[in-house]
């Protein structure tokens, strides 16, 4: 199969670093093109990420040679579509949020589809914020989405913050099972990589924590409601629960963002065991469509008294499975336990893999 | 005026160092006898703890002159109290529950007051678990507990678990200006100290937490039921609230213990405002009594959007005061905070030390 | 091919649980013996390691049906190697020195070749403490040692200790390239996963560092002599030098030891540029070999300025390579660099492996 | 007695932040003057510090109320000299090298006396560079720089760089001693506290070290050269020796700059017994003089075999003390010792403040 070209804007960035190398050896896309600040355009990727990169893996010598353009330059990433090098871009773009939401536009309008981990059209109403196991449906407003721009092939997608990744799957997975999910008490204990680089100082985080990350709580509250949403008259439309409170802390852990979770149920409330039986059975499309970066298993269920950890347990079938365990009862709400998952992986470039996997399944992406 | 002498069980342990560090120059205690294991026992303090203080600050010589007595052997304290060198014991045992049950007992019979730090008697029923701003009054429940148990000076009091105390008294405040709290989430982010001497092991708290700690999470449900009792027919009876869930985990910290909370108030429920108001202004008895250990202010408020931090707030007021922070509404319940305490110091010795403090204010001890 | 069976003496420690690991999918060898203390024996490994697994990789379905030896009984491997199932054994051996010894002793003895991580044999004379890379040839003496010993298919092979592996082969690499290496300043800085589960304290390793690891100077200093020594009458002979002064210390790192190396050669002395040519062109026989677990190149050559990083050079070429940087003329001897190799894998079972791998080429495993 | 009136160039930044909470209660100095960049100039210190006051330890409130300078305005500085409230200066200004060379001139020559932490002047012939235990003969070049220079109350003197805190004054003490330091080779472990706010990225201290710190290397090279100089034509000529050779470090240590020494004699060698004397016996003019910040004991010597260690042993005499341990032979050079100093303490504001005190003593300041 000839692989499909894919573009990075910002892509000298540590989400956009995420992105290649995750994307080495993917059986359905390539890297063809890099876009990043107008600093590193015009260079050789290799020289533009000269002591910046930040991964243990390295990137594919081919993506080195690619010339990075200007992210701000839409005519240039047009000129790469035109010559077969860019069939869709991963936005991993770091400025203010206006400018991102304008140029993730400009993107779409010129007929490249934006699969977007920013946070700047999350809360666009038709703009899907897809996690697949859940909302793969949403991907269908992407129609109504084109129609109402004008757009013809263009479109964007989204991804939600990181910070809830460790978590909505399996309440998901309670949901579909039959349990409502009322009301929903977290406390995230998250590595610094979310916070980019050079990001959280050191001086922060040698023995200490920091009970507090800007903006984080917000969104873990807002953006399960969009994601558990319905598609009411061409726009996404908030689901009325779970109401979620959430505390956010930032711990030293490098990678693996950490949940404790206490879920009030609705009427009917499943046991502890059924909990587990739920968690450890739960498939969804992804699986069945048997999407490269799927998890196997997009639950799994540790049964040791002090799991899941980050260091232990958040490469989990590479990264994109949630590890869950603890699964006790709640003392004021119905069930505790604790979840755990790769923030860089599935939290931010292997999810936006994965929501881009689906899409050209769905034929959206071609 | 003459100090009075004390003795210290379990002097070579953790939490026997500390006190010994604590009590270096307080004006009214003085060591003067100590105890710990038969392996210890028969060699000058500074002998048997060679290579195994931990703490920056060192032990004073004159208790380095100490030999250690045999903790098992009360006979050896009642000599030492017989000689003037044992007025009252601190306890920081560490053996067996019922051991150090029985042992506790034993020195108190003898007419030797225990000061316990350990966890063995928190739940006997004429013991009072003290918090001096919070429960001084449960003091008095020594008469009784004498009178039963037929002992003439002894008794046993103890301090509650140390993953509470970053909570307890904030939330003590809030009650005496009125507020019934109702129900309360927790999530503490406890430090290594905790856990003791080897205690955790380093491959667990490099790029890690662990969010589980054996015993933890029922210890933070059940005790604050204990200490917000009241005296009734000679036992202390547990208050009916607050309900409390916790979950616990071990955060690379040297030492604090961080805690998330959020408050259902009943029917009446103070404004943020009131909130910062009522902790900034919360004084007890500790404070009128102007005990050396008492904190000026037992709640140091903090208006920055980050902190408290373990390590740039733990050591307030010497260690003994709670640092609280990021006060704010809840989306569930009605109040959010972030809580911090030394454990080691206001969650440990520095706690024990406040406790003695009151009882000798009170006349219980002499 | 058909895959030769191996057996793991030790296979609940950390060594034991990183050789299970590594050797999942290997292509030559196959774990289908597994030996431990008599606490586990009798029983299947997945139960036996149940909560003991530190690794993020588990161990394969198929090891984890095995049931545990006892590594005392010798009689339990040879029934195992006649029933096909132990044509060797790796050594990861946790007890007395002298214990080890006997025992690796009296499995050679059996018939069961001994390739050990332990360093109980590391000083026996007719023992090879191999680098394959650097000392292939020493493998030889197997011969002289079972003749002397009377032992027909029995051998001991050794490793050296892991605190060397960081700069032994660039030292090599640069004698090789005829630059005698005369004297040798060290500084270890090592990972705490080189201490075992539960090894070094995290009180110890939070905000600190520990200038002292047990044995591990003298180690350093005198296990180079042997490795480049010669065979000589039957036994290994020291080489003249290099001399070394070896300060080690324990650093809060999981894996990955490093080096800060100063040499000083003999009257010909090589440039900075000349050092990086030979370093980036080294290979040796395992390369030649094509070993499974040869690196395909043994030194990696980094430009950066500060780099090798134990987090992100540590994983080079699967942690069999070793990564160099910072190469710089010394002010007081000819040359400065940093050295950087994966201390559980090339440093103890990777390097146990890669000697298996070596021995099975020149024939003495079968 | 009446305090003298000090300044703070650089009062915002992480060493001016030190030096005020150092000054807090000093008998001799009392912060009046406060002076920083135009972006707080005219703010009182407490809003132009908010939310940037890095340390355990709060400023004074009447530091709180002093309204920041413009450090750009040597004016400003000199109506605050006028008006009582500025005898001299603490320098810890973070801009261009050149400009802080010039800066601290104009301070000087406007007839206020600058004591200096940066390195601009470090390499200025008639400038000190002070370690009062060694080199405060090195003051009275002030006389010559004064007259040179055309000033008549003004001056420059400065401090080393932190690295070499370490062991300077163990080295000075064995030459003191009769025992030429010919050679000597250092590796340091540095703590993060020294590269400032935000510094050093958390991603490159968890589960990492760096083993690069630029120019710290160059820095510690050098420096001793000069502190062991002597004054001969109103310069300060370099010492022939010790020819130093050093690998620094950036390890996950919040304080406290720890280095491994070997040193090579002159033709006399002191036996271990000797070195551990003359460490243990050492005293200096600061110690006659009994200045406030001098350590009653210089070097604190460690018996333990794996001391000393940052988090134990920096805070020794409040941070002043050098501590020193593994003292034992070398295999290359003669003697191997550890030693490790507070680098923000002594390293840095503490070691500027011993230094005034030495030039309020000698006269210099008044």
Known sequence: ????????????????????????????????????????????????????????????????????????????????????????????????????KHLEEAYAAAGIPVVSNASANRWTDDVPMLIPEINAAHADIIVEQRRKRGWDKGFIAVKPNCSIQSYMIPIYALMQAGYEVKRMFVTTMQAVSGAGYPGVPSLDMIDNIVPYIGGEEEKSELEPLKILGSIDGGIIKNAAGPLVTAHCNRVPVVDGHTACVSLEFGVK???????????????????????????????????????????KDRDADKGMAVSVGRIRPCKLFDLRFVGLSHNTVRGAAGGGILNAELLKAKGYIQ
């Open 1 to 100: 199969m000839q692989k499909i070209p894919v573009g990075i804007l910002g892509a000298t960035g540590m989400v956009g670093q995420n992105y290649i190398s995750l994307l080495n050896d993917h059986p359905w896309f390539e890297v063809k093109f890099v876009a990043a600040s107008p600093r590193s355009a015009g260079k050789p990727y290799a020289e533009a990420i000269r002591g910046r990169w930040q991964l243990a893996r390295s990137y594919a010598p081919d993506v080195g040679k690619l010339v990075v353009a200007d992210a701000n330059d839409v005519e240039a990433a047009k000129a790469a579509a035109k010559r077969g090098d860019c069939a869709f871009v991963f936005s991993a773009l770091e400025m203010g949020k206006d400018e991102i």
């Open 269 to 311: 409330k499943p046991s502890v065991d059924e909990v587990k039986s739920i968690f450890a059975a739960f498939k969804s499309l992804p699986q069945e469509l048997d999407l490269p970066f799927a998890p196997v298993q997009p639950i799994i269920l540790r049964e040791e008294a002090d799991r899941p950890q980050p260091r």
